[in-house]
Nanobody
Framework: QVDLAESGGGTVQAGGSLRLSCAAL????MGWFRRVPGKEYEFVAG????????AYADSVKGRFTISRDNAKNLVYLQMNNLELEDTAVYYC????????WGQGTQVTVSP
């Protein structure tokens, strides 16, 4: 199991915000993914090593922002205007992801 130490999850009302963070795996493309019980991992956002290029799933475009601080070796996911459908366990990993995943951090959006 890869220790990526995702953090920042919690319970928030719809329309609220959360900021997730995790340790980057080095000078590689990093991504945030999410998973709900019974479903596969879903790509949420990705970012290149230099931070110049980002990509987002259509469902989160305009609401989520991925960023990284290479000096601190951290990758962030700022989530605004959260919706009920964003409820999931969120993970970071390389993009494309390695087979091993961390513990993830639970995000629960309530009505």
């Amino acid at each position: 199991q890869v220790d990526l130490a995702e953090s920042g999850g919690g319970t928030v009302q719809a329309g609220g915000s959360l900021r997730l963070s995790c340790a980057a795996l080095g000078p590689d493309i990093m991504g945030w993914f999410r998973r709900v019980p019974g479903k596969e991992y879903e790509f949420v956002a990705g970012i290149t090593w230099d931070g110049r290029t980002t990509a987002y799933a259509d469902s989160v475009k305009g609401r989520f922002t991925i960023s990284r601080d290479n000096a601190k070796n951290l990758v962030y996911l700022q989530m605004n205007n959260l919706e009920l459908e964003d409820t999931a366990v969120y993970y970071c990993n390389l993009n494309p992801p390695r087979p091993s995943w961390g513990q993830g951090t639970q995000v629960t959006v309530s009505p």
